[in-house]
């Protein structure tokens, strides 16, 4: 081979491809900081489950054929990567594998090595031509099917086929016609021909056609593979498929602690950042790098489309759409970020005609299911609630409907602006003590009964239910009465984190003094707010879930169980229960030891549940486009023939009792908490 035509290639290969890379980078470098360093043995686990295991490709069974293929071709670009530096090196030293450590034709590894790569070559011909049938003829509608995405599959189609061809023509040369071409040979392990069987076949197919033509494939095989491998490489990080690069570093980078993560803390002491308008996510110079990587990474492989409970219902959101025009933005504002940081004109990304349209922001319900399935950990949910505090903070430009209901929180610290001293009206009749106190040594756990508990009417019964299982149980329990507020989970999903961190610090406040330690509560999004948020403003506590709480006393024997429910029951999962706080087992055991049939499952369910459409706030905005959320899930639940769709959330259970009653199908079907449903279960054995 050529050496200096390999030297001119190379290095104009290089120079223009760190060129680009460098611009790309220092973009990154322009925008805001964001510790994500710590933790290495964490990020490491994270890069080999989500990164080289592709654990959410492959772990998915409604997607397990599409899952395989990139798998496949994702190692096979692992595995290549090696005979990368193999074919270049030849070009430079005949025979330069002899060089490698364990890859010289006196060790075993280099016939191992054959083998996989040459396994692996012809695997990816085979994904890749199952990419173009998934392209030309299935065509799944989550899919971009554009001119970029075919190209980049005819390359990665061309390094493997023009390397195969390559050693096609170099088998046949030396065995055939006599050329020293440094065929790895050994006593034992026999030649290199022996270990890739698929470059072999091909050699035998073609052995007949001549010398000349042999010479040919060896030529022509290995500089056009050397071209397109090069063409490739600088294709990326110009092209929207950067993600071929930044996806392992994005895993790496990801958020720990997922799902708990919490809403990032604002620093609403900053005077500074009030005066600039600077709190929130206005603008794109306001994104932190890893913000800026998470955009580079999207694939647009469209998983984040069908999973979205607003997209499914016809509104203008999705992850990747969001993903999608920001990174548009951020490609068209290049120059000025990396010459100014900063971005042309002024104003707010988010408005009619800008980059994002208000209804695609308050679309987002904050369920992330979008994130559970991403392949590439793009984190979404945090970005929206920082872009809508920067319209809510800065902007004062929410949904006009959620002016009430946060002055109801800030005078009556409840949604609808409830006198505050109706809060404890619901336990009319029952002798639960209030906490007034630090609690005594005769009560084990305080019960937070939330705002739907305390003041709507459907929810107040799942209050007592759950109120008289704790009593049936024997369990020495309170609640806080008049002194509870609401947790501020709706406020600080909408972007009132001014109005959030005023009642979480009450409620913090409140249950220091008081001593507690451990809260019930029926309420996902208080669990949440409680278990994964109060922390961050010293309020630490073991939070229990009523369904935790109830299942660990059935558990215990404490609660005898006889199954009641009779007919179809399915499960609907809370996100914030199970998305946000990975509790997926205890509220099914409950269903399953209450009804005579079991639980029967919808087909979206646990990890990939569909949101009810009530979380991030929008249970307290209008939804007005495109069909409603609930009623599609109650959909869902009338597939599997359910006659009652079981719960574990205020909020679910509102917005699927609306859906089954816009679907006239009240007398048909029901919805209950899993308290109830124990309760009834309980009754008829031990109440
Ligand atoms: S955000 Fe994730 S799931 Fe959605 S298109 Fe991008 S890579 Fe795919
Ligand atoms: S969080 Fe839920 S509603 Fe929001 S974009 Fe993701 S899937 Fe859609």
Redesign the pocket.
């Known amino acids: 081979m050529n050496p200096i035509l390999m030297s001119v290639a190379l290095i104009a290969g290089l120079v223009v491809f760190s060129y680009s890379m460098y611009r790309r980078i220092a973009l990154l470098t322009r925008l805001g900081p964001e510790n994500r360093i710590g933790n290495i043995r964490e990020r490491i686990a994270l890069l080999f489950k989500i990164g080289l295991g592709q654990s959410k490709l492959v772990g998915r069974q409604r997607e397990r054929s599409s899952g395989a293929m990139h798998f496949f071709i994702f190692w096979g670009f692992l595995i290549l990567g090696l005979r990368e530096i193999i074919i270049f090196g030849e070009a430079f030293t005949p025979g330069f594998q002899e060089l490698l450590p364990l890859l010289g034709s006196a060790s075993i590894g280099a016939y191992l090595y054959t083998f996989v790569y040459d396994l692996f070559e012809a695997i990816v011909v085979v994904m890749v031509l199952f990419a173009f049938y998934r392209r030309i003829v299935v065509v799944p509608e989550r899919l971009n099917i554009n001119a970029e995405g075919s190209l980049i599959l005819a390359l990665i189609l061309g390094v493997v086929s023009t390397d195969l061809i390559h050693e096609a023509g170099r088998f046949n040369l030396v065995t055939l016609y006599g050329y020293d071409l440094h065929l790895l040979s050994h006593p034992v392990f026999g030649t290199e021909m022996d270990w890739a069987p698929f470059a072999a076949l091909l050699a035998a197919a073609t052995a007949s056609w001549g010398e000349g033509m042999m010479a040919m494939f060896y030529q022509l095989g290995f500089w056009s593979h050397i071209l397109i491998v090069l063409f490739f490489l600088n294709l990326l990080p110009i092209s929207k498929h950067m993600h071929v690069i930044t996806a392992l570093p994005n895993v790496f980078f990801g958020s720990l602690g997922y799902p708990h993560t919490p809403v990032a803390l604002l620093d609403l002491e900053d005077e500074e950042a009030w005066d600039k308008g600077a709190l929130g996510l206005d603008r794109i110079e306001q994104l932190t790098w890893k913000q800026g990587l998470d955009l580079y990474t999207?694939?647009?492989?469209?998983?984040?489309h069908d999973i979205c409970p607003t997209y499914v219902t016809s509104k203008p959101l999705t992850?990747?759409w969001f993903?999608e025009s920001l990174r548009d933005h951020m490609d068209e504002q290049q120059d000025n970020l990396l010459r100014t940081g900063k971005s042309e004109g002024e104003g707010s990304m988010v408005g009619d005609g800008m980059v994002i349209h208000p209804d695609t922001l308050w679309a987002c319900t904050t369920c992330r299911a979008?994130e559970e399935?991403?392949?590439?950990s793009?984190e979404h949910v945090p970005r929206i609630i920082a872009m809508r505090q920067a319209q809510t903070l800065m902007h004062d430009a929410q949904p006009a409907e959620l002016n009430n209901t946060y002055r109801g929180l800030e005078r009556n610290g409840n949604p609808w602006g409830l006198g505050y001293d109706q809060r404890a009206d619901w336990v009319e009749g029952m002798d639960i003590p209030i906490l007034t106190e630090p609690p005594a040594e005769d009560v084990d756990v305080v019960m937070w009964v939330g705002c739907m508990g305390s003041f709507d009417g459907r929810n107040q019964r799942i209050a007592r239910a759950t109120a008289t299982l704790l009593q049936k149980a024997g369990v020495r329990f309170a609640m806080l009465g008049t002194t509870e507020k609401c947790t501020g989970d709706l406020a600080r999903r909408s972007g009132n984190e001014l109005l959030y961190q005023t009642l979480a610090k009450e409620n913090v406040e409140n249950l220091n003094r008081l001593q507690v330690k451990t809260v019930i509560t029926q309420c996902p999004h208080c669990v949440n707010s409680l278990k994964n948020e109060y922390p961050q403003l010293d309020g630490h506590y073991e939070v229990f879930h009523h369904s935790q709480y109830i299942a660990k006393l059935v558990d215990e024997g404490r609660l005898k169980l006889a199954p009641s429910q009779e007919g179809t029951v399915t499960f609907h999962d809370p996100c914030y229960l199970g998305r946000y706080n990975n509790e997926y087992d205890a509220p099914r055991m409950l269903v399953e030891r209450s009804s005579h049939e079991g639980l029967t499952e919808m087909k979206r369910s646990r990890n990939e549940s569909f949101c009810c459409g009530a979380g991030g706030g929008r249970m307290w905005m209008e939804e007005t486009i495109g069909t409603r959320v609930n009623e599609e899930r109650v959909r869902q639940a009338y597939e599997v023939g359910a006659t009652t769709i079981a719960t574990a959330c205020p909020f679910c259970m509102t917005m699927i009792d609306d859906g089954i009653k816009a679907s006239g199908k009240e007398d048909e079907v029901q919805v209950l908490d899993v308290a109830e449903l124990v309760l009834a279960s309980l009754e008829s054995e031990q109440g």
Do not use: A, D, M, Q
Request: charged share 20%.
């Open positions: 999207c694939t647009e492989c469209g998983r984040c992850l990747k993903n979008c399935v991403c392949p590439v793009i």
